[in-house]
Protein backbone atom coordinates (compact mmCIF):
# COMPACT_ATOMS: atom_id res chain seq x y z
CA UNK A 1 0.00 0.00 0.00
CA UNK A 2 1.22 3.35 -0.45
CA UNK A 3 2.62 5.66 2.25
CA UNK A 4 0.62 8.88 3.23
CA UNK A 5 3.62 10.99 1.99
CA UNK A 6 5.15 9.29 -1.12
CA UNK A 7 7.15 12.39 -2.10
CA UNK A 8 8.74 12.27 1.54
CA UNK A 9 12.27 10.25 -0.12
CA UNK A 10 12.22 13.27 -2.32
CA UNK A 11 15.17 15.56 -1.79
CA UNK A 12 14.79 19.27 -1.54
CA UNK A 13 17.84 19.89 -3.58
CA UNK A 14 17.20 20.43 -6.90
CA UNK A 15 20.83 18.50 -7.48
CA UNK A 16 19.75 15.70 -5.37
CA UNK A 17 16.17 15.20 -6.83
CA UNK A 18 14.70 12.44 -8.18
CA UNK A 19 15.18 12.10 -12.29
CA UNK A 20 13.10 10.02 -14.30
CA UNK A 21 13.04 9.70 -17.65
CA UNK A 22 9.35 8.76 -18.99
CA UNK A 23 8.64 7.35 -22.12
CA UNK A 24 4.77 7.53 -24.01
CA UNK A 25 2.43 10.82 -23.42
CA UNK A 26 -0.60 8.88 -24.35
CA UNK A 27 -3.61 8.92 -22.38
CA UNK A 28 -2.45 6.98 -19.80
CA UNK A 29 0.71 8.33 -19.17
CA UNK A 30 0.64 12.10 -19.90
CA UNK A 31 -1.34 11.70 -16.23
CA UNK A 32 1.44 9.36 -14.73
CA UNK A 33 3.92 11.72 -15.18
CA UNK A 34 2.51 14.78 -14.28
CA UNK A 35 2.05 13.25 -10.88
CA UNK A 36 5.72 12.44 -10.99
CA UNK A 37 5.85 16.38 -11.52
CA UNK A 38 3.56 16.98 -8.54
CA UNK A 39 5.52 14.78 -6.52
CA UNK A 40 8.77 17.41 -6.51
CA UNK A 41 10.62 14.98 -9.24
CA UNK A 42 12.70 16.49 -11.87
CA UNK A 43 10.99 14.50 -15.23
CA UNK A 44 12.24 14.63 -18.61
CA UNK A 45 10.29 12.97 -21.20
CA UNK A 46 9.73 11.92 -24.75
CA UNK A 47 7.64 10.61 -27.21
CA UNK A 48 7.20 9.77 -30.90
CA UNK A 49 4.62 13.08 -31.31
CA UNK A 50 6.61 16.41 -30.33
CA UNK A 51 2.72 17.59 -30.27
CA UNK A 52 2.90 15.31 -27.19
CA UNK A 53 5.35 16.22 -25.74
CA UNK A 54 4.74 20.45 -26.22
CA UNK A 55 1.52 19.57 -24.68
CA UNK A 56 3.07 18.30 -21.82
CA UNK A 57 5.44 21.05 -21.45
CA UNK A 58 2.41 23.80 -21.96
CA UNK A 59 0.21 22.26 -18.78
CA UNK A 60 4.20 22.55 -16.35
CA UNK A 61 5.10 26.10 -17.78
CA UNK A 62 7.97 27.77 -15.76
CA UNK A 63 8.61 24.72 -14.34
CA UNK A 64 12.71 24.10 -14.75
CA UNK A 65 11.98 20.50 -13.33
CA UNK A 66 10.28 19.54 -16.51
CA UNK A 67 12.00 19.17 -19.51
CA UNK A 68 11.45 17.22 -23.06
CA UNK A 69 13.91 15.43 -25.04
CA UNK A 70 14.29 15.89 -28.78
CA UNK A 71 16.00 12.49 -28.88
CA UNK A 72 15.41 9.14 -26.27
CA UNK A 73 19.31 9.34 -25.69
CA UNK A 74 18.90 12.59 -24.51
CA UNK A 75 16.20 12.01 -21.59
CA UNK A 76 18.48 8.88 -20.21
CA UNK A 77 21.56 10.23 -19.68
CA UNK A 78 21.14 11.57 -15.84
CA UNK A 79 17.86 9.72 -14.76
CA UNK A 80 18.06 7.34 -11.63
CA UNK A 81 14.62 5.67 -13.03
CA UNK A 82 13.47 5.27 -16.80
CA UNK A 83 9.51 4.84 -17.51
CA UNK A 84 8.03 3.41 -20.32
CA UNK A 85 4.58 3.06 -21.13
CA UNK A 86 4.15 2.24 -24.62
CA UNK A 87 1.64 0.56 -26.68
CA UNK A 88 3.20 -2.92 -27.27
CA UNK A 89 6.43 -5.16 -26.36
CA UNK A 90 8.21 -4.34 -30.17
CA UNK A 91 7.94 -1.02 -29.20
CA UNK A 92 9.76 -1.28 -25.49
CA UNK A 93 12.40 -3.59 -27.16
CA UNK A 94 13.13 -1.20 -29.62
CA UNK A 95 13.47 1.97 -27.24
CA UNK A 96 15.70 -0.45 -24.98
CA UNK A 97 17.79 -1.97 -27.68
CA UNK A 98 17.63 -0.29 -30.51
CA UNK A 99 17.14 -1.69 -33.82
CA UNK A 100 19.94 -3.96 -35.67
CA UNK A 101 18.07 -3.20 -38.96
CA UNK A 102 18.11 0.14 -38.88
CA UNK A 103 21.31 0.79 -37.00
CA UNK A 104 19.81 2.42 -34.35
CA UNK A 105 21.06 2.12 -30.59
CA UNK A 106 18.55 1.48 -27.45
CA UNK A 107 18.61 4.07 -24.86
CA UNK A 108 20.06 1.31 -22.26
CA UNK A 109 23.09 2.62 -24.48
CA UNK A 110 23.25 6.11 -22.82
CA UNK A 111 21.72 5.46 -19.58
CA UNK A 112 23.89 5.70 -15.86
CA UNK A 113 24.45 1.62 -14.90
CA UNK A 114 22.41 2.78 -11.57
CA UNK A 115 19.26 3.05 -13.40
CA UNK A 116 16.27 1.28 -12.68
CA UNK A 117 14.07 0.44 -15.97
CA UNK A 118 10.26 0.26 -15.28
CA UNK A 119 7.95 -0.54 -17.95
CA UNK A 120 4.15 -0.04 -17.21
CA UNK A 121 3.37 -1.27 -20.84
CA UNK A 122 1.08 -4.21 -20.98
CA UNK A 123 3.21 -6.94 -23.15
CA UNK A 124 3.61 -10.97 -23.28
CA UNK A 125 4.70 -11.48 -20.19
CA UNK A 126 7.60 -13.77 -22.19
CA UNK A 127 9.09 -10.37 -23.67
CA UNK A 128 9.14 -9.17 -20.17
CA UNK A 129 11.64 -12.24 -19.35
CA UNK A 130 13.41 -11.65 -22.50
CA UNK A 131 13.94 -7.73 -21.76
CA UNK A 132 15.05 -8.92 -18.51
CA UNK A 133 17.62 -11.17 -19.72
CA UNK A 134 19.38 -8.66 -21.74
CA UNK A 135 19.28 -5.98 -18.85
CA UNK A 136 21.13 -8.22 -16.61
CA UNK A 137 23.74 -9.31 -19.38
CA UNK A 138 24.07 -4.96 -19.51
CA UNK A 139 24.47 -5.13 -15.46
CA UNK A 140 20.71 -3.23 -15.57
CA UNK A 141 18.00 -3.53 -12.90
CA UNK A 142 14.50 -4.07 -14.51
CA UNK A 143 10.77 -4.29 -13.14
CA UNK A 144 7.55 -5.31 -15.24
CA UNK A 145 5.11 -2.99 -13.97
CA UNK A 146 1.92 -2.92 -15.71
CA UNK A 147 -1.69 -0.80 -14.27
CA UNK A 148 -4.70 -0.84 -13.88
CA UNK A 149 -7.49 2.14 -13.06
CA UNK A 150 -7.85 3.58 -16.37
CA UNK A 151 -7.27 7.50 -17.21
CA UNK A 152 -9.08 8.74 -14.69
CA UNK A 153 -7.02 6.82 -12.53
CA UNK A 154 -3.92 8.12 -14.30
CA UNK A 155 -4.64 11.43 -13.72
CA UNK A 156 -5.92 11.10 -10.53
CA UNK A 157 -2.53 9.42 -8.95
CA UNK A 158 -4.71 6.01 -7.72
CA UNK A 159 -3.56 3.56 -10.00
CA UNK A 160 -2.89 -0.25 -9.05
CA UNK A 161 0.64 -1.32 -10.05
CA UNK A 162 1.20 -5.34 -10.63
CA UNK A 163 4.99 -5.70 -10.41
CA UNK A 164 7.10 -8.81 -11.60
CA UNK A 165 10.79 -8.20 -10.67
CA UNK A 166 13.19 -8.95 -7.52
CA UNK A 167 12.30 -8.02 -4.33
CA UNK A 168 15.17 -5.62 -4.32
CA UNK A 169 14.52 -3.88 -7.68
CA UNK A 170 10.26 -3.39 -6.24
CA UNK A 171 11.60 -1.88 -2.95
CA UNK A 172 13.68 0.59 -5.42
CA UNK A 173 11.04 1.57 -7.60
CA UNK A 174 8.37 1.79 -4.80
CA UNK A 175 8.60 5.16 -3.82
CA UNK A 176 8.26 6.06 -7.42
CA UNK A 177 5.01 4.05 -8.37
CA UNK A 178 3.77 5.03 -4.92
CA UNK A 179 3.52 9.23 -6.41
CA UNK A 180 0.85 8.15 -9.29
CA UNK A 181 -0.79 5.08 -7.56
CA UNK A 182 -2.32 3.99 -4.15
CA UNK A 183 -1.75 0.27 -4.59
CA UNK A 184 1.32 -1.59 -5.30
CA UNK A 185 1.58 -5.45 -6.00
CA UNK A 186 4.56 -7.34 -6.09
CA UNK A 187 3.46 -10.63 -7.76
CA UNK A 188 6.89 -12.44 -8.10
CA UNK A 189 9.60 -12.61 -10.13
CA UNK A 190 9.79 -10.44 -13.88
CA UNK A 191 6.64 -11.51 -16.25
CA UNK A 192 4.75 -12.05 -13.17
CA UNK A 193 3.48 -8.18 -13.52
CA UNK A 194 2.05 -9.18 -16.88
CA UNK A 195 0.14 -12.44 -16.32
CA UNK A 196 -1.58 -10.85 -13.22
CA UNK A 197 -2.41 -7.95 -15.42
CA UNK A 198 -3.93 -9.90 -17.84
CA UNK A 199 -5.63 -12.49 -15.49
CA UNK A 200 -7.53 -9.33 -14.09
CA UNK A 201 -8.43 -8.04 -17.38
CA UNK A 202 -9.69 -10.90 -18.57
CA UNK A 203 -11.74 -11.12 -15.47
CA UNK A 204 -13.40 -7.18 -16.18
CA UNK A 205 -14.06 -8.12 -19.94
CA UNK A 206 -16.53 -11.03 -18.69
CA UNK A 207 -18.11 -9.45 -15.79
CA UNK A 208 -18.65 -6.28 -18.10
CA UNK A 209 -20.15 -8.56 -20.55
CA UNK A 210 -22.33 -10.64 -18.01
CA UNK A 211 -23.32 -7.44 -16.56
CA UNK A 212 -24.58 -5.90 -19.95
CA UNK A 213 -26.45 -9.29 -20.55
CA UNK A 214 -28.14 -9.15 -17.35
CA UNK A 215 -29.27 -5.15 -17.68
CA UNK A 216 -30.55 -6.14 -21.34
CA UNK A 217 -32.87 -8.58 -20.10
CA UNK A 218 -34.56 -6.91 -17.25
CA UNK A 219 -34.79 -3.67 -19.78
CA UNK A 220 -36.38 -6.58 -22.46
CA UNK A 221 -38.70 -7.10 -19.48
CA UNK A 222 -39.78 -4.12 -18.72
CA UNK A 223 -37.58 -3.31 -15.67
CA UNK A 224 -35.84 -0.22 -15.33
CA UNK A 225 -31.74 -0.18 -15.83
CA UNK A 226 -31.05 1.90 -12.32
CA UNK A 227 -33.95 -0.45 -10.74
CA UNK A 228 -31.91 -3.52 -11.61
CA UNK A 229 -28.73 -2.41 -11.16
CA UNK A 230 -29.25 -1.81 -7.44
CA UNK A 231 -31.11 -4.86 -6.80
CA UNK A 232 -28.05 -6.58 -8.02
CA UNK A 233 -25.58 -4.20 -6.21
CA UNK A 234 -27.89 -5.50 -3.12
CA UNK A 235 -27.54 -8.88 -4.32
CA UNK A 236 -25.32 -11.65 -5.08
CA UNK A 237 -24.83 -10.42 -8.69
CA UNK A 238 -22.96 -7.44 -7.41
CA UNK A 239 -19.73 -6.53 -9.18
CA UNK A 240 -17.08 -3.78 -9.84
CA UNK A 241 -19.17 -2.73 -13.23
CA UNK A 242 -22.47 -2.32 -10.73
CA UNK A 243 -20.44 -0.35 -8.41
CA UNK A 244 -18.27 2.00 -10.58
CA UNK A 245 -18.83 1.24 -14.15
CA UNK A 246 -22.05 0.89 -14.96
CA UNK A 247 -22.38 0.29 -18.85
CA UNK A 248 -25.95 1.08 -19.14
CA UNK A 249 -26.56 4.35 -20.03
CA UNK A 250 -28.11 7.22 -17.54
CA UNK A 251 -28.02 5.17 -14.74
CA UNK A 252 -24.39 6.64 -13.87
CA UNK A 253 -22.74 9.68 -13.58
CA UNK A 254 -19.20 10.40 -14.86
CA UNK A 255 -18.45 6.99 -16.63
CA UNK A 256 -18.12 6.54 -20.34
CA UNK A 257 -21.51 4.64 -21.13
CA UNK A 258 -23.04 8.35 -19.97
CA UNK A 259 -20.63 10.36 -22.41
CA UNK A 260 -21.64 8.21 -25.48
CA UNK A 261 -18.96 5.72 -24.40
CA UNK A 262 -16.19 8.15 -24.89
CA UNK A 263 -13.03 7.93 -23.14
CA UNK A 264 -11.86 5.23 -20.22
CA UNK A 265 -10.45 2.02 -21.96
CA UNK A 266 -10.58 1.14 -25.68
CA UNK A 267 -12.16 -1.61 -26.99
CA UNK A 268 -8.95 -2.43 -29.07
CA UNK A 269 -7.00 -2.15 -26.07
CA UNK A 270 -9.54 -4.92 -24.07
CA UNK A 271 -9.30 -6.98 -27.23
CA UNK A 272 -5.01 -6.69 -26.75
CA UNK A 273 -5.54 -7.59 -23.58
CA UNK A 274 -7.54 -10.56 -24.16
CA UNK A 275 -5.41 -11.62 -27.03
CA UNK A 276 -2.73 -11.96 -24.41
CA UNK A 277 -4.57 -14.05 -22.04
CA UNK A 278 -5.43 -16.00 -24.90
CA UNK A 279 -2.23 -16.56 -25.82
CA UNK A 280 -0.98 -17.53 -22.61
CA UNK A 281 -3.62 -19.69 -21.85
CA UNK A 282 -2.30 -21.66 -25.06
CA UNK A 283 0.97 -22.36 -24.04
CA UNK A 284 0.49 -23.14 -20.97
CA UNK A 285 -3.00 -24.95 -21.68
CA UNK A 286 -5.10 -23.04 -19.40
CA UNK A 287 -8.92 -23.63 -20.03
CA UNK A 288 -10.54 -20.05 -20.00
CA UNK A 289 -13.60 -21.17 -21.97
CA UNK A 290 -15.74 -17.84 -20.37
CA UNK A 291 -12.42 -15.66 -21.61
CA UNK A 292 -12.15 -17.07 -24.74
CA UNK A 293 -16.16 -16.22 -25.30
CA UNK A 294 -15.18 -12.82 -24.22
CA UNK A 295 -12.67 -12.52 -26.90
CA UNK A 296 -14.92 -13.73 -29.48
CA UNK A 297 -17.38 -10.84 -28.28
CA UNK A 298 -14.78 -7.87 -28.00
CA UNK A 299 -13.91 -8.56 -31.80
CA UNK A 300 -16.75 -8.22 -32.60
CA UNK A 301 -17.85 -5.38 -31.65
CA UNK A 302 -14.52 -3.50 -32.75
CA UNK A 303 -15.01 -5.21 -36.09
CA UNK A 304 -18.37 -3.92 -36.50
CA UNK A 305 -16.32 -0.17 -35.50
CA UNK A 306 -16.79 0.14 -32.10
CA UNK A 307 -12.82 -0.24 -31.38
CA UNK A 308 -12.27 3.43 -30.41
CA UNK A 309 -15.00 3.19 -27.93
CA UNK A 310 -14.83 2.27 -24.24
CA UNK A 311 -14.76 -0.71 -23.41
CA UNK A 312 -18.17 -1.01 -21.20
CA UNK A 313 -19.69 -0.45 -25.14
CA UNK A 314 -20.16 -4.01 -25.01
CA UNK A 315 -23.55 -3.33 -23.63
CA UNK A 316 -24.69 -1.69 -27.34
CA UNK A 317 -24.10 -4.99 -28.85
CA UNK A 318 -26.56 -6.95 -26.69
CA UNK A 319 -29.70 -4.86 -27.49
CA UNK A 320 -32.30 -6.96 -29.48
CA UNK A 321 -32.73 -6.10 -32.94
CA UNK A 322 -36.43 -5.18 -33.39
Same mark, same amino acid.
Given at each position: ???????????? /???????????????????????????????????????? !???????????? /? %?????????? !???? /??????????????????????????? #?????? *????????????? *????? #????????????????????????????? +????????? +??????? %??????????????????????????????????? +? *????????????????????????? =????????????? =???????? @?? =????????????? /????????????? *??????????????????????????????? @??????
Amino acid at each position: MANENPSANIHS /DPQKRTKIAFFGLGNMGAGMAANLVKAGMRVCVYDLLESN !VNAFLNQHPNNK /D %VMGAAQPDEA !VKEA /DFVISMLPAGKHVKSLYFGDETSGTKG #ITASAP *SSAVFIDCSTIEA *SEARD #INQQMLLLGLAFADAPVSGGVAGAAAGTL +TFITGGSEE +TVSRIRP %VLETMGKNIFHAGDVGAGQVAKICNNMLLAILMAG +T *SEALQLAMDNGIDAKVMSDIMKASS =GNNWALQVYNPCP =GVMENVPS @SN =GYKGGFMVDLMNK /DLGLAMATAAKHQ *SLVPMGSLAKSLYQLHSVNGNGGKDFSSIFE @SLKAKR
